[in-house]
Protein backbone atom coordinates (compact mmCIF):
# COMPACT_ATOMS: atom_id res chain seq x y z
CA UNK A 1 0.00 0.00 0.00
CA UNK A 2 2.97 2.70 0.93
CA UNK A 3 4.85 1.10 -2.00
CA UNK A 4 1.91 1.96 -4.14
CA UNK A 5 1.00 5.35 -2.78
CA UNK A 6 4.84 6.66 -3.25
CA UNK A 7 4.73 5.12 -7.11
CA UNK A 8 1.34 7.02 -7.62
CA UNK A 9 2.70 10.33 -5.94
CA UNK A 10 6.64 9.49 -7.25
CA UNK A 11 5.18 9.57 -11.21
CA UNK A 12 6.76 11.61 -13.39
CA UNK A 13 3.67 11.95 -14.85
CA UNK A 14 2.33 13.90 -12.22
CA UNK A 15 5.16 16.42 -12.36
CA UNK A 16 4.98 16.94 -16.48
CA UNK A 17 0.28 17.48 -15.85
CA UNK A 18 1.39 19.53 -13.11
CA UNK A 19 3.60 21.51 -15.12
CA UNK A 20 1.05 21.85 -17.99
CA UNK A 21 -1.79 22.53 -15.79
CA UNK A 22 0.70 25.68 -14.49
CA UNK A 23 1.19 26.98 -17.99
CA UNK A 24 -2.73 27.05 -18.67
CA UNK A 25 -2.89 28.66 -14.68
CA UNK A 26 -0.31 31.38 -16.07
CA UNK A 27 -2.18 31.83 -19.35
CA UNK A 28 -5.79 32.45 -18.18
CA UNK A 29 -4.11 34.31 -14.86
CA UNK A 30 -2.72 36.61 -17.66
CA UNK A 31 -5.79 37.18 -19.86
CA UNK A 32 -7.99 37.44 -16.86
CA UNK A 33 -5.76 40.81 -15.58
CA UNK A 34 -7.58 42.58 -18.46
CA UNK A 35 -11.00 42.45 -17.05
CA UNK A 36 -10.63 42.15 -12.90
CA UNK A 37 -7.52 43.09 -12.33
CA UNK A 38 -3.56 41.91 -10.90
CA UNK A 39 -4.76 40.95 -8.03
CA UNK A 40 -7.79 39.44 -7.85
CA UNK A 41 -6.65 37.41 -11.05
CA UNK A 42 -3.67 36.77 -8.72
CA UNK A 43 -6.00 35.97 -5.86
CA UNK A 44 -8.31 34.07 -8.23
CA UNK A 45 -5.83 31.55 -10.03
CA UNK A 46 -2.28 31.77 -8.00
CA UNK A 47 -2.97 31.94 -4.76
CA UNK A 48 -6.16 29.85 -4.72
CA UNK A 49 -6.82 25.84 -3.29
CA UNK A 50 -9.59 25.81 -5.60
CA UNK A 51 -11.08 28.01 -8.43
CA UNK A 52 -14.39 27.56 -10.20
CA UNK A 53 -15.22 28.12 -13.79
CA UNK A 54 -19.25 27.87 -13.56
CA UNK A 55 -20.15 24.70 -11.57
CA UNK A 56 -16.71 23.12 -11.92
CA UNK A 57 -14.02 23.24 -9.70
CA UNK A 58 -10.65 22.88 -11.05
CA UNK A 59 -7.19 23.28 -9.07
CA UNK A 60 -5.59 27.03 -8.07
CA UNK A 61 -1.69 27.68 -8.15
CA UNK A 62 -1.51 26.39 -4.92
CA UNK A 63 -2.62 22.87 -4.98
CA UNK A 64 -0.74 22.13 -8.28
CA UNK A 65 2.55 23.60 -6.41
CA UNK A 66 1.29 21.56 -3.44
CA UNK A 67 1.20 18.68 -5.95
CA UNK A 68 4.52 19.16 -7.42
CA UNK A 69 6.22 19.12 -4.17
CA UNK A 70 4.85 16.29 -3.51
CA UNK A 71 5.84 14.82 -6.17
CA UNK A 72 9.53 15.99 -5.83
CA UNK A 73 9.84 14.22 -1.98
CA UNK A 74 7.97 10.79 -2.60
CA UNK A 75 10.96 10.76 -5.31
CA UNK A 76 13.35 10.94 -2.94
CA UNK A 77 11.92 7.27 -1.43
CA UNK A 78 12.55 5.73 -4.34
CA UNK A 79 14.88 3.14 -3.89
CA UNK A 80 16.22 3.11 -7.26
CA UNK A 81 17.43 6.66 -7.10
CA UNK A 82 19.69 6.28 -4.26
CA UNK A 83 22.74 5.66 -6.24
CA UNK A 84 25.86 6.91 -6.55
CA UNK A 85 25.35 7.55 -10.52
CA UNK A 86 21.90 9.40 -9.95
CA UNK A 87 23.78 12.01 -7.01
CA UNK A 88 23.14 14.75 -9.30
CA UNK A 89 19.43 14.20 -10.02
CA UNK A 90 19.21 13.52 -5.96
CA UNK A 91 20.70 17.48 -5.48
CA UNK A 92 18.43 18.83 -8.42
CA UNK A 93 15.44 17.01 -7.02
CA UNK A 94 16.75 18.66 -3.44
CA UNK A 95 16.79 22.11 -4.49
CA UNK A 96 13.42 22.08 -6.81
CA UNK A 97 11.98 20.89 -3.13
CA UNK A 98 14.00 24.17 -1.65
CA UNK A 99 12.36 26.26 -4.31
CA UNK A 100 8.78 25.09 -3.52
CA UNK A 101 9.12 24.78 0.14
CA UNK A 102 10.61 28.76 0.00
CA UNK A 103 7.25 29.96 -2.76
CA UNK A 104 4.73 27.98 0.04
CA UNK A 105 6.46 29.98 2.84
CA UNK A 106 6.00 33.51 0.71
CA UNK A 107 2.24 32.61 -0.21
CA UNK A 108 1.39 31.94 3.65
CA UNK A 109 3.58 34.30 5.84
CA UNK A 110 5.04 37.19 3.16
CA UNK A 111 2.89 40.97 3.30
CA UNK A 112 3.63 43.82 1.48
CA UNK A 113 2.11 47.35 1.94
CA UNK A 114 3.47 50.95 2.47
CA UNK A 115 5.15 53.27 4.71
CA UNK A 116 4.19 57.23 4.32
CA UNK A 117 6.47 59.81 6.15
CA UNK A 118 6.74 63.43 6.18
CA UNK A 119 10.33 65.05 6.30
CA UNK A 120 10.74 65.68 9.83
CA UNK A 121 8.59 62.68 11.37
CA UNK A 122 8.93 59.32 11.83
CA UNK A 123 7.06 55.95 11.19
CA UNK A 124 6.93 52.02 12.30
CA UNK A 125 3.70 50.83 10.84
CA UNK A 126 3.31 49.35 7.50
CA UNK A 127 -0.30 49.54 5.48
CA UNK A 128 -0.99 46.60 3.26
CA UNK A 129 -1.67 47.19 0.36
CA UNK A 130 -4.79 44.93 -0.10
CA UNK A 131 -5.55 42.73 2.82
CA UNK A 132 -8.17 44.38 5.23
CA UNK A 133 -8.97 44.28 9.04
CA UNK A 134 -11.90 45.19 11.69
CA UNK A 135 -10.09 47.16 14.58
CA UNK A 136 -11.59 48.15 17.70
CA UNK A 137 -10.05 50.43 19.62
CA UNK A 138 -10.63 50.83 23.50
CA UNK A 139 -9.71 54.92 23.41
CA UNK A 140 -10.91 55.32 26.96
CA UNK A 141 -7.64 54.87 28.75
CA UNK A 142 -5.48 58.60 28.25
CA UNK A 143 -2.21 57.02 28.26
CA UNK A 144 -2.84 54.21 25.51
CA UNK A 145 -5.19 53.13 22.51
CA UNK A 146 -6.13 49.67 23.57
CA UNK A 147 -6.64 47.87 19.80
CA UNK A 148 -7.99 44.50 19.22
CA UNK A 149 -7.80 43.21 15.25
CA UNK A 150 -10.09 40.66 13.46
CA UNK A 151 -8.26 40.01 10.18
CA UNK A 152 -10.06 39.95 6.80
CA UNK A 153 -9.98 35.79 6.82
CA UNK A 154 -12.32 35.99 9.53
CA UNK A 155 -15.07 38.08 7.51
CA UNK A 156 -17.41 35.28 6.77
CA UNK A 157 -20.89 35.84 6.97
CA UNK A 158 -22.13 34.08 10.27
CA UNK A 159 -18.82 34.23 12.01
CA UNK A 160 -18.86 35.33 15.75
CA UNK A 161 -15.91 37.29 16.99
CA UNK A 162 -15.05 37.33 20.25
CA UNK A 163 -11.76 38.69 22.77
CA UNK A 164 -11.57 39.04 26.11
CA UNK A 165 -10.79 42.67 25.26
CA UNK A 166 -14.28 43.70 24.47
CA UNK A 167 -17.46 43.87 25.91
CA UNK A 168 -19.25 42.39 23.42
CA UNK A 169 -19.35 39.91 20.98
CA UNK A 170 -19.07 40.80 17.10
CA UNK A 171 -21.27 38.63 14.09
CA UNK A 172 -20.14 39.00 11.28
CA UNK A 173 -23.27 39.91 8.36
CA UNK A 174 -21.40 40.92 5.33
CA UNK A 175 -17.94 41.93 3.73
CA UNK A 176 -18.16 43.63 0.09
CA UNK A 177 -14.74 44.07 -1.66
CA UNK A 178 -15.84 47.20 -3.27
CA UNK A 179 -18.91 49.05 -1.45
CA UNK A 180 -20.57 52.40 -1.91
CA UNK A 181 -22.89 54.67 0.24
CA UNK A 182 -26.07 55.74 -0.78
CA UNK A 183 -28.68 57.74 1.41
CA UNK A 184 -31.50 56.13 2.93
CA UNK A 185 -34.98 57.26 1.67
CA UNK A 186 -37.27 57.57 4.56
CA UNK A 187 -36.67 55.59 8.07
CA UNK A 188 -34.15 52.60 8.08
CA UNK A 189 -34.40 49.53 9.94
CA UNK A 190 -34.89 49.85 13.82
CA UNK A 191 -31.90 47.59 14.32
CA UNK A 192 -29.61 49.56 12.70
CA UNK A 193 -26.98 51.63 14.28
CA UNK A 194 -24.67 54.74 13.61
CA UNK A 195 -23.80 55.11 9.88
CA UNK A 196 -26.83 52.78 8.86
CA UNK A 197 -29.24 55.11 10.13
CA UNK A 198 -28.55 57.25 7.33
CA UNK A 199 -27.23 55.18 4.92
CA UNK A 200 -27.34 51.47 2.43
CA UNK A 201 -23.79 50.17 2.58
CA UNK A 202 -24.18 48.43 -0.72
CA UNK A 203 -21.89 45.82 -3.10
CA UNK A 204 -20.49 47.54 -6.27
CA UNK A 205 -18.36 45.57 -8.95
CA UNK A 206 -15.06 45.31 -8.15
CA UNK A 207 -12.49 47.88 -9.81
CA UNK A 208 -9.51 46.45 -11.46
CA UNK A 209 -7.33 48.61 -10.03
CA UNK A 210 -7.52 47.13 -6.53
CA UNK A 211 -6.27 50.49 -4.70
CA UNK A 212 -9.47 51.95 -5.94
CA UNK A 213 -11.73 49.49 -4.19
CA UNK A 214 -13.26 50.57 -0.95
CA UNK A 215 -14.64 47.40 0.92
CA UNK A 216 -17.15 47.74 3.57
CA UNK A 217 -18.42 45.67 6.31
CA UNK A 218 -21.94 44.80 7.91
CA UNK A 219 -21.60 43.30 11.26
CA UNK A 220 -24.12 42.92 14.71
CA UNK A 221 -22.75 43.80 18.10
CA UNK A 222 -24.63 42.02 20.62
CA UNK A 223 -23.94 41.31 24.55
CA UNK A 224 -24.25 44.85 25.69
CA UNK A 225 -27.66 44.33 26.31
CA UNK A 226 -28.28 47.99 25.83
CA UNK A 227 -29.67 50.06 23.00
CA UNK A 228 -25.93 49.69 21.95
CA UNK A 229 -26.86 46.05 20.57
CA UNK A 230 -27.32 46.53 16.99
CA UNK A 231 -26.33 46.30 13.11
CA UNK A 232 -23.17 48.58 12.20
CA UNK A 233 -21.96 49.16 9.30
CA UNK A 234 -18.02 50.70 8.03
CA UNK A 235 -16.35 51.36 4.69
CA UNK A 236 -13.04 51.87 4.40
CA UNK A 237 -12.00 55.55 4.41
CA UNK A 238 -14.78 56.99 6.29
CA UNK A 239 -14.45 60.44 7.54
CA UNK A 240 -16.36 60.10 10.57
CA UNK A 241 -15.34 57.23 12.82
CA UNK A 242 -17.88 54.92 14.23
CA UNK A 243 -18.03 55.13 18.05
CA UNK A 244 -20.07 53.13 20.60
CA UNK A 245 -19.90 53.81 24.64
CA UNK A 246 -20.37 49.92 26.45
CA UNK A 247 -20.39 49.86 30.46
CA UNK A 248 -18.08 53.43 30.72
CA UNK A 249 -15.39 52.43 27.44
CA UNK A 250 -15.50 54.14 24.43
CA UNK A 251 -14.68 52.18 21.21
CA UNK A 252 -13.79 53.38 17.85
CA UNK A 253 -14.61 50.97 14.84
CA UNK A 254 -12.63 50.92 11.82
CA UNK A 255 -12.61 48.99 8.81
CA UNK A 256 -8.75 49.47 7.80
CA UNK A 257 -5.75 48.39 5.80
CA UNK A 258 -3.84 45.78 7.92
CA UNK A 259 -1.20 47.21 9.75
CA UNK A 260 2.46 45.90 10.77
CA UNK A 261 3.56 47.50 13.73
CA UNK A 262 7.58 47.59 12.95
CA UNK A 263 10.34 46.90 15.90
CA UNK A 264 11.69 49.45 14.87
CA UNK A 265 11.58 53.47 13.28
CA UNK A 266 12.15 55.07 10.38
CA UNK A 267 12.68 59.18 10.23
CA UNK A 268 12.46 61.38 6.78
CA UNK A 269 15.01 63.37 6.79
CA UNK A 270 15.14 64.69 3.62
CA UNK A 271 13.32 63.33 0.95
CA UNK A 272 15.15 64.29 -2.65
CA UNK A 273 14.23 64.49 -5.72
CA UNK A 274 16.14 65.01 -9.55
CA UNK A 275 14.44 65.93 -12.61
CA UNK A 276 15.16 65.64 -15.93
CA UNK A 277 16.91 68.73 -17.05
CA UNK A 278 14.29 71.45 -18.28
CA UNK A 279 10.98 69.12 -17.54
CA UNK A 280 8.75 68.57 -14.81
CA UNK A 281 9.56 64.55 -15.14
CA UNK A 282 11.19 63.11 -11.88
CA UNK A 283 14.29 61.16 -12.93
CA UNK A 284 15.59 60.12 -9.52
CA UNK A 285 13.85 59.67 -6.14
CA UNK A 286 15.81 59.42 -2.92
CA UNK A 287 15.17 59.46 1.27
CA UNK A 288 17.91 60.49 3.67
CA UNK A 289 16.37 58.52 6.37
CA UNK A 290 17.02 57.44 10.34
CA UNK A 291 16.96 53.91 11.00
CA UNK A 292 15.88 54.15 14.50
CA UNK A 293 16.10 51.11 16.79
CA UNK A 294 16.59 50.98 20.85
CA UNK A 295 16.38 54.62 20.24
CA UNK A 296 19.69 54.87 18.32
CA UNK A 297 19.81 57.05 15.62
CA UNK A 298 21.50 55.11 12.35
CA UNK A 299 21.50 57.18 8.80
CA UNK A 300 20.70 55.22 5.83
CA UNK A 301 20.26 56.45 1.71
CA UNK A 302 17.08 54.31 -0.02
CA UNK A 303 17.30 55.56 -3.75
CA UNK A 304 15.67 53.90 -6.15
CA UNK A 305 16.93 50.47 -7.04
CA UNK A 306 18.99 50.60 -3.80
CA UNK A 307 16.11 49.38 -0.66
CA UNK A 308 16.89 49.20 2.54
CA UNK A 309 17.00 45.69 4.02
CA UNK A 310 16.35 45.35 7.59
CA UNK A 311 14.80 42.55 10.15
CA UNK A 312 13.35 40.57 7.16
CA UNK A 313 11.66 43.80 5.36
CA UNK A 314 13.11 45.24 2.23
CA UNK A 315 12.10 49.05 1.61
CA UNK A 316 11.89 50.38 -1.75
CA UNK A 317 11.54 54.08 -2.71
CA UNK A 318 7.62 54.13 -4.46
CA UNK A 319 7.06 57.43 -4.83
CA UNK A 320 6.49 60.78 -3.32
CA UNK A 321 3.95 63.86 -2.40
CA UNK A 322 4.54 67.08 -2.49
CA UNK A 323 2.38 69.87 -1.33
CA UNK A 324 2.65 73.28 -2.81
CA UNK A 325 4.58 75.28 0.37
CA UNK A 326 7.23 72.50 -0.37
CA UNK A 327 6.71 69.83 2.17
CA UNK A 328 7.57 66.53 1.36
CA UNK A 329 6.26 63.07 1.61
CA UNK A 330 7.97 60.04 1.13
CA UNK A 331 5.99 56.85 0.18
CA UNK A 332 8.06 53.47 0.62
CA UNK A 333 6.90 50.22 -0.61
CA UNK A 334 7.58 47.92 1.99
CA UNK A 335 7.83 43.84 1.42
CA UNK A 336 8.19 41.37 4.33
CA UNK A 337 9.32 37.66 2.80
CA UNK A 338 10.29 34.65 4.80
CA UNK A 339 10.74 32.68 1.41
CA UNK A 340 13.02 35.42 -0.55
CA UNK A 341 16.91 33.75 -0.19
CA UNK A 342 15.16 30.25 -1.10
CA UNK A 343 15.16 31.02 -5.04
CA UNK A 344 18.74 32.31 -4.95
CA UNK A 345 20.09 29.33 -2.53
CA UNK A 346 17.98 26.56 -4.43
CA UNK A 347 19.17 27.60 -8.17
CA UNK A 348 22.98 27.18 -6.47
CA UNK A 349 21.61 24.26 -5.59
CA UNK A 350 20.13 22.90 -8.78
CA UNK A 351 23.00 24.35 -10.08
CA UNK A 352 25.13 21.93 -8.77
CA UNK A 353 23.02 19.25 -8.92
CA UNK A 354 23.17 19.46 -12.61
CA UNK A 355 26.97 19.40 -12.57
CA UNK A 356 27.82 17.14 -10.71
CA UNK A 357 25.53 14.98 -12.73
CA UNK A 358 27.65 15.79 -15.80
CA UNK A 359 30.60 15.08 -14.12
CA UNK A 360 29.54 11.52 -13.11
CA UNK A 361 28.25 10.57 -16.22
CA UNK A 362 31.19 11.83 -18.39
CA UNK A 363 33.18 9.34 -18.62
CA UNK A 364 30.43 7.05 -19.69
CA UNK A 365 30.06 9.83 -22.51
CA UNK A 366 33.44 9.14 -23.81
CA UNK A 367 33.21 5.62 -23.25
CA UNK A 368 30.83 5.71 -25.96
CA UNK A 369 32.53 8.08 -27.99
CA UNK A 370 35.38 5.61 -28.63
CA UNK B 1 14.61 7.67 5.08
CA UNK B 2 13.57 9.12 8.66
CA UNK B 3 15.56 12.62 6.97
CA UNK B 4 12.66 12.62 4.69
CA UNK B 5 9.50 11.53 6.79
CA UNK B 6 10.31 14.78 9.45
CA UNK B 7 10.50 16.59 6.29
CA UNK B 8 6.52 15.78 5.13
CA UNK B 9 6.27 15.85 9.08
CA UNK B 10 7.34 19.96 8.65
CA UNK B 11 5.81 20.40 5.79
CA UNK B 12 2.47 18.79 7.14
CA UNK B 13 2.65 21.27 10.14
CA UNK B 14 3.61 24.14 8.12
CA UNK B 15 0.03 23.70 6.20
CA UNK B 16 -1.23 23.16 9.13
CA UNK B 17 -0.51 26.35 10.45
CA UNK B 18 -2.23 28.40 7.72
CA UNK B 19 -5.68 27.03 9.14
CA UNK B 20 -4.91 28.96 12.58
CA UNK B 21 -8.09 30.91 13.72
CA UNK B 22 -6.09 32.78 16.04
CA UNK B 23 -3.34 34.53 14.11
CA UNK B 24 -6.11 36.77 12.57
CA UNK B 25 -6.80 37.88 15.86
CA UNK B 26 -4.29 40.16 17.85
CA UNK B 27 -4.72 42.27 20.57
CA UNK B 28 -2.15 44.83 21.29
CA UNK B 29 -1.54 48.68 22.82
CA UNK B 30 -0.33 51.53 20.89
CA UNK B 31 -0.03 55.41 21.85
CA UNK B 32 -2.69 57.36 21.82
CA UNK B 33 -3.63 58.91 18.61
CA UNK B 34 -6.06 61.45 17.54
CA UNK B 35 -8.99 59.59 16.01
CA UNK B 36 -10.35 63.12 15.19
CA UNK B 37 -13.89 62.02 17.26
CA UNK B 38 -14.22 65.96 17.50
CA UNK B 39 -15.38 65.87 14.21
CA UNK B 40 -18.64 64.04 15.73
CA UNK B 41 -20.66 67.12 15.96
CA UNK B 42 -23.42 66.31 19.12
CA UNK B 43 -26.66 64.73 17.13
CA UNK B 44 -29.26 67.40 16.88
CA UNK B 45 -32.98 66.62 16.03
CA UNK B 46 -33.57 66.45 12.05
CA UNK B 47 -35.27 69.63 12.13
CA UNK B 48 -32.27 71.49 13.30
CA UNK B 49 -30.22 70.13 10.95
CA UNK B 50 -32.23 70.81 8.22
CA UNK B 51 -31.54 74.41 8.93
CA UNK B 52 -28.24 74.40 9.24
CA UNK B 53 -28.25 74.95 5.44
CA UNK B 54 -30.02 77.53 5.19
CA UNK B 55 -28.69 79.16 8.01
CA UNK B 56 -24.46 78.74 7.37
CA UNK B 57 -22.98 82.35 8.02
CA UNK B 58 -19.31 83.52 6.58
CA UNK B 59 -17.18 86.14 6.86
CA UNK B 60 -16.55 87.27 3.01
CA UNK B 61 -13.14 88.96 2.00
CA UNK B 62 -13.81 92.37 0.10
CA UNK B 63 -12.63 91.24 -3.15
CA UNK B 64 -14.52 87.66 -3.43
CA UNK B 65 -17.59 88.25 -5.96
CA UNK B 66 -20.70 85.79 -5.64
CA UNK B 67 -21.49 84.16 -9.12
CA UNK B 68 -24.14 82.08 -10.31
CA UNK B 69 -22.84 78.55 -9.58
CA UNK B 70 -24.68 75.22 -10.23
CA UNK B 71 -27.99 74.25 -8.85
CA UNK B 72 -26.25 71.46 -6.18
CA UNK B 73 -24.43 74.58 -5.07
CA UNK B 74 -25.28 76.69 -1.48
CA UNK B 75 -23.04 79.02 -2.89
CA UNK B 76 -20.19 80.10 -5.35
CA UNK B 77 -17.62 83.13 -5.64
CA UNK B 78 -15.49 84.33 -8.33
CA UNK B 79 -11.51 84.87 -6.45
CA UNK B 80 -9.68 86.97 -7.93
CA UNK B 81 -5.86 86.44 -7.45
CA UNK B 82 -2.83 87.89 -9.93
CA UNK B 83 -3.24 85.75 -12.41
CA UNK B 84 -6.93 85.01 -13.34
CA UNK B 85 -9.86 84.02 -10.92
CA UNK B 86 -10.93 81.30 -8.82
CA UNK B 87 -13.90 79.54 -8.59
CA UNK B 88 -14.89 78.46 -5.16
CA UNK B 89 -18.16 76.28 -3.97
CA UNK B 90 -19.72 75.65 -1.19
CA UNK B 91 -21.83 72.07 -1.38
CA UNK B 92 -23.54 70.45 1.29
CA UNK B 93 -24.23 66.67 1.16
CA UNK B 94 -25.84 63.75 3.77
CA UNK B 95 -23.49 62.07 6.29
CA UNK B 96 -19.98 61.33 5.00
CA UNK B 97 -20.90 61.97 1.45
CA UNK B 98 -19.24 59.12 -0.17
CA UNK B 99 -16.64 59.30 2.69
CA UNK B 100 -13.09 61.32 2.60
CA UNK B 101 -10.61 59.04 0.41
CA UNK B 102 -13.47 58.56 -2.21
CA UNK B 103 -13.66 62.23 -2.35
CA UNK B 104 -10.40 63.35 -2.07
CA UNK B 105 -9.44 61.15 -5.11
CA UNK B 106 -12.23 62.30 -7.51
CA UNK B 107 -10.83 65.66 -7.21
CA UNK B 108 -7.18 64.36 -7.20
CA UNK B 109 -8.57 62.65 -10.91
CA UNK B 110 -10.16 66.01 -11.76
CA UNK B 111 -6.13 68.07 -12.03
CA UNK B 112 -5.01 64.08 -13.50
CA UNK B 113 -3.35 63.09 -10.26
CA UNK B 114 -3.65 59.17 -8.97
CA UNK B 115 -5.28 58.17 -6.75
CA UNK B 116 -3.76 57.75 -3.04
CA UNK B 117 -4.56 55.56 -0.08
CA UNK B 118 -6.54 56.94 3.28
CA UNK B 119 -2.59 56.98 4.92
CA UNK B 120 -1.66 59.18 2.71
CA UNK B 121 -4.47 61.62 2.41
CA UNK B 122 -4.58 62.36 6.17
CA UNK B 123 -0.86 62.96 5.84
CA UNK B 124 -0.89 65.54 3.53
CA UNK B 125 -3.93 66.93 5.41
CA UNK B 126 -4.43 69.99 7.49
CA UNK B 127 -6.47 70.21 10.02
CA UNK B 128 -8.61 74.19 10.83
CA UNK B 129 -11.32 74.91 13.33
CA UNK B 130 -14.44 76.68 12.06
CA UNK B 131 -17.19 78.05 14.55
CA UNK B 132 -19.05 74.83 13.47
CA UNK B 133 -16.47 72.56 14.49
CA UNK B 134 -12.78 70.95 12.89
CA UNK B 135 -12.81 70.63 9.15
CA UNK B 136 -9.69 69.35 7.02
CA UNK B 137 -7.99 70.73 4.24
CA UNK B 138 -6.56 69.07 0.97
CA UNK B 139 -4.36 70.38 -1.75
CA UNK B 140 -4.70 68.56 -5.32
CA UNK B 141 -1.63 70.36 -7.46
CA UNK B 142 -0.56 68.70 -10.52
CA UNK B 143 3.00 69.79 -11.13
CA UNK B 144 2.86 68.73 -14.87
CA UNK B 145 -0.50 70.41 -15.70
CA UNK B 146 -0.32 73.86 -13.11
CA UNK B 147 -3.41 75.13 -15.07
CA UNK B 148 -5.76 73.24 -12.91
CA UNK B 149 -4.86 72.88 -9.00
CA UNK B 150 -7.93 72.53 -5.85
CA UNK B 151 -7.66 73.81 -2.45
CA UNK B 152 -10.68 72.33 -0.85
CA UNK B 153 -12.13 71.88 3.07
CA UNK B 154 -14.14 68.74 4.60
CA UNK B 155 -16.16 70.32 6.99
CA UNK B 156 -18.26 67.05 8.93
CA UNK B 157 -21.02 68.50 10.85
CA UNK B 158 -22.79 64.81 12.03
CA UNK B 159 -25.40 63.89 9.35
CA UNK B 160 -24.20 66.84 6.84
CA UNK B 161 -20.69 67.35 5.28
CA UNK B 162 -19.48 71.09 3.83
CA UNK B 163 -17.20 70.96 1.03
CA UNK B 164 -15.58 73.77 0.25
CA UNK B 165 -13.91 74.05 -3.10
CA UNK B 166 -11.42 76.26 -4.65
CA UNK B 167 -10.63 75.17 -8.56
CA UNK B 168 -8.11 77.57 -9.54
CA UNK B 169 -4.15 77.08 -10.82
CA UNK B 170 -1.28 76.11 -9.03
CA UNK B 171 -0.35 79.84 -8.48
CA UNK B 172 -3.70 80.44 -7.41
CA UNK B 173 -3.67 77.95 -5.13
CA UNK B 174 -0.26 79.27 -3.52
CA UNK B 175 -1.39 82.71 -3.55
CA UNK B 176 -5.00 81.87 -2.01
CA UNK B 177 -4.27 79.10 0.41
CA UNK B 178 -4.22 81.56 3.55
CA UNK B 179 -7.15 83.24 2.80
CA UNK B 180 -9.14 80.54 2.06
CA UNK B 181 -8.07 78.96 5.24
CA UNK B 182 -9.75 82.12 7.19
CA UNK B 183 -12.92 81.69 5.25
CA UNK B 184 -13.40 78.10 5.94
CA UNK B 185 -12.54 79.13 9.82
CA UNK B 186 -15.17 81.88 9.56
CA UNK B 187 -18.11 79.70 8.58
CA UNK B 188 -20.85 78.99 11.37
CA UNK B 189 -24.71 78.65 12.23
CA UNK B 190 -26.56 81.30 12.76
CA UNK B 191 -29.67 79.56 13.77
Known amino acids: ?370 | MKIFQTISFVLFFLLLSGCDKNRHIQSYRTPKKDFGLQLEAPQPSSKTRSSDVTNLTWELPDSWIPSTGHSMRLASFDIPFSDGVGDLSIVSLGGASGGLLANVNRWRGQVNLSPISESEILNVSTVGESKMGPFRIFKMINDVDTSNAIIAAVLPTGQKTFFIKLTTTKKGVIELQSVFEKFCASIGNSS
Open chain 1, 1 to 370: MKRELIRICSSPKLFVYSLVWLMVLVTVGTVAQKDIGLYASQQKYFSSYFFFIGPLPLPGGRVVLALMLINLVSMMFKQNLWKMKKIGVIVVHLGGIMLLVGAGLTAVFSSEGSMVIEEGSKSNTIDDYHITELAIINVSDSNYDQYTVFGQPLFKSGNNLMHGDLDFDITILDYMDNATLEPIQGSSSIGFKGMLKNFNLIEIDRDTDDMKNRPGIIFQVSGTFSDVDGVYGLIFGQSVPATINVNSNQYVMALQKKKTYLPFAIELEDFKKVMHPGTEVAKSYSSKINLVENNIPRPVLIEMNKPLRHEGYTFYQASFIESPNGEETTVLAAVHNYGRLFPYISSIIMSIGLLMHMLVNMPALFKKKK
